[in-house]
């Protein structure tokens, strides 16, 4: 189980590009944390912020697609 990605790698689980990544950091959207020149994205950050937008759209991923905080 992982419990931070790297932006490459949030990019890859969203399959959205590296500015909107950055766009939604800047909005407040996913939280980061730096650990020297790096930056990662916690896990429960991704899963809050996959959770939101399906509950905005009212839907869900029936493929477990989701829930990144299970990766090995």
Known sequence: MKLAYSIVEACDLLSIGRTTLYQLIKAGDLQTR???????IPAK???????????RDGRACGDGSADVSHDS
Do not use: M, P, W
Not at 45 to 55: N, P, R, T, W
């Open 34 to 40: 730096k650990v020297g020149r790096r930056t990662l």
């Open 45 to 55: 950050s991704l899963d809050s912020f996959i959770g939101a937008v399906e509950q």
